[in-house]
T-cell receptor, first 115, second 110 residues
Framework: DAGVIQSPRHEVTEMGQEVTLRCKPISGHNSLFWYRQTMMRGLELLIYFNNNVPIDDSGMPEDRFSAKMPNASFSTLKIQPSEPRDSAVYFC?????????????FGQGTRLTVV | KQEVTQIPAALSVPEGENLVLNCSFTDSAIYNLQWFRQDPGKGLTSLLLIQSSQREQTSGRLNASLDKSSGRSTLYIAASQPGDSATYLCAGGSQGNLIFGKGTKLSVKP
């Protein structure tokens, strides 16, 4: 397996524009996580899905953020409209959750800059 | 709600030294504890996973322990090398999620 794949790797956009980040989890994994990393706040869990269903989105900062997982092999994180304070590295991770979680694997991240 | 704390925030040691990184968590109903390494500008690489039924895991020069009753995990690095320089993060999994500490930035001097 190629691991967790995120796209794009880098995104520069103007304030007010819509941004869509994409993630392909590892095949066979049923849990998917979206994180945001900044120097000030570290790694923050934004939302996680289990079997394509959002389980906990309490970390999503505002209504401008939304996430979907239409099938087991694809998820998106959308920011609309984007603001400069959204600039961060966004990571996607996946694992298998049954009676216990297996090892979680991370994608390489998307570095978002909003100007 | 699970909270994960890592101490110290930064650590500098001479090459060859054995060292211990600490991680504490508030929710003892933890499913597992995972240690990661992150190099500057890079993603996270999984180092070790300890399930709640286990006490420790070993991989090469790395040994991680888990004590649920005290809410602590430690990562022991033996015979440190300059290539070990990175930020080390621990993450506690409960209720299916995975919550991270802010990491310990390790610098190993030649």
């Amino acid at each position: 397996d190629a691991g967790v794949i995120q796209s794009p790797r880098h995104e520069v956009t103007e304030m007010g524009q819509e941004v869509t980040l994409r993630c392909k989890p590892i095949s066979g994994h049923n849990s998917l996580f979206w994180y945001r990393q900044t120097m000030m706040r570290g790694l923050e869990l934004l939302i996680y899905f289990n079997n394509n269903v959002p389980i906990d989105d309490s970390g999503m900062p505002e209504d401008r953020f939304s996430a979907k997982m239409p099938n087991a092999s694809f998820s998106t994180l959308k920011i609309q409209p984007s603001e400069p304070r959204d600039s961060a590295v966004y990571f996607c991770a996946s694992s298998f959750f049954g009676t216990q979680n297996t090892e979680a694997f991370f994608g390489q991240g998307t570095r978002l800059t909003v100007v | 709600k699970q909270e994960v704390t890592q101490i110290p925030a930064a650590l500098s040691v001479p090459e060859g030294e054995n060292l211990v990184l600490n991680c504490s968590f508030t929710d003892s109903a933890i499913y597992n504890l995972q240690w990661f390494r992150q190099d500057p500008g890079k993603g996270l690489t999984s180092l070790l996973l300890i399930q709640s039924s286990q006490r420790e895991q070993t991989s090469g020069r790395l040994n991680a322990s888990l004590d649920k009753s005290s809410g602590r995990s430690t990562l022991y690095i033996a015979a440190s090398q300059p290539g070990d320089s990175a930020t080390y993060l621990c993450a506690g999994g409960s209720q299916g999620n995975l919550i991270f500490g802010k990491g310990t930035k390790l610098s190993v001097k030649p």
